[in-house]
């Protein structure tokens, strides 16, 4: 007879690891930051290009995101005041610190490139008139310095997860950036379906489509890859949500190959293509914290990584 093995559930009563104080507006965070990446990208591919409808669409949407991200991550901070100090140094071993220097220094970049779309509005002499010769060219400089930065907005939040002790986020350091990416590169192509003409929307659609790509591919190894962490992706409130992010992403980018003559099938394509990027970050977010309330995504790893070491100590000769 043997002593079953003892289920750790707690220390005295206190869990195994303290869930993430985090509320839903991280997950509000996560998501308006990688639309602003998005945005900014697909905004400096108009730019490019010469389709000033996805320019400015791209523009407005990554001043609208980036704004956005900062609200939320200023309001989980609980005052305004400490996003302010958190500028005072620049950590590069934290990534909530090299976060917060890059919303610096996208934010501005692209409040400029969006403010110069008001340009044409201004009077023609004076003062006004030279603002509105000067912002277009200020104007496309900002435009490109906000699209250098966003790449690594789109996945700095993926870092930041993955550098926790939650499970679900931690063992997945190698699939979240890419996913958050692919992510923030769907929704950026969603805003480009949805604000401009089929004929000036082609960059929009081969973005959509690498954004899916991406993303699907980095979901499911990530689902696949974890083995017992990887439960609570595909189970309970985050696996619902993260099952309709890969309908949705996989038809907003087959709508955007299929409907490229149609703007009413490109529109809806893009919105399919946003509540996907939606519901991947807020199915992430709820996949961490669920995983950090339950004892067994700590304990079975940490056993699991255990027996490993012993075994590959018995195998190794004196």
């Known amino acids: 007879m043997r002593v079953p093995e003892a289920e750790f559930t707690s220390y005295y009563g206190r869990p195994v690891l303290k869930p993430p104080v985090w509320h839903w507006d991280i997950g509000g965070y996560l998501f308006t930051g990688g639309l602003a990446a ?5 905004a400096a591919g108009g730019q490019l290009t010469g389709r000033p409808a996805l320019r400015r669409a791209g523009r407005v949407t990554a001043l609208a995101g980036v704004t956005a991200s900062t609200a939320f991550l200023i309001h989980d901070l609980g005052r305004p005041a400490r996003f302010h100090h958190m500028l005072r140094v620049a950590k590069l071993t934290s990534p909530m610190s090299v976060g917060t220097w890059i919303l610096a220094a996208f934010g501005p970049a692209a409040g400029v490139a969006a403010v110069a779309e008001a340009a044409s509005l201004l009077p023609a002499r004076g ?8 912002l277009p060219p200020v104007g496309q400089a900002a435009g490109l310095a906000a699209a250098v930065t966003a790449p690594a ?17 931690h063992e997945a350091y190698r ?10 590169l769907a929704s950026g192509a969603g805003v480009g379906l949805i604000a401009a003409p089929p004929e000036q929307a082609a960059p929009a659609r081969r973005m959509a489509v690498t954004g899916a790509a991406l993303e699907l591919a980095a979901a499911h190894r990530m689902e696949t890859r974890l083995g017992i962490v990887s439960e ?3 189970s309970g409130r985050p696996g619902r949500l993260l099952s309709a992010a890969r309908a949705l992403t996989a038809a907003g980018a087959v709508g955007a190959l299929v409907g490229y003559r149609s703007r009413l099938v490109s529109a809806i394509s893009g919105a399919a293509l946003l509540a996907g990027s939606v519901a991947t970050r807020f199915g992430v977010f709820y996949a961490g914290v669920a995983s950090a309330r339950d004892p ?23």
């Not at 907005?153 to 679900?168: E, K, R």
């Not at 699939?175 to 923030?184: H, I």
Request: no cysteine; aromatic share 10%.
């Open 232 to 234: 609570p992706y595909h």
């Open 153 to 169: 907005l789109a996945t700095y939040t993926a870092v930041l997860l993955a550098d926790t002790a939650v499970p679900s986020w």
């Open 127 to 134: 003062l006004p008139g030279l603002a509105r010769r000067v």
């Open 175 to 184: 699939e979240l950036p890419f996913l958050f990416a692919g992510s923030a």
């Open 296 to 318: 067994k995504y700590t304990v079975v790893p940490q056993r699991e990584r255990l027996e490993r070491r012993r075994q590959a100590a018995a195998g190794t000769p004196d």
């Open 38 to 42: 998005g945005a900014s990208l697909l």
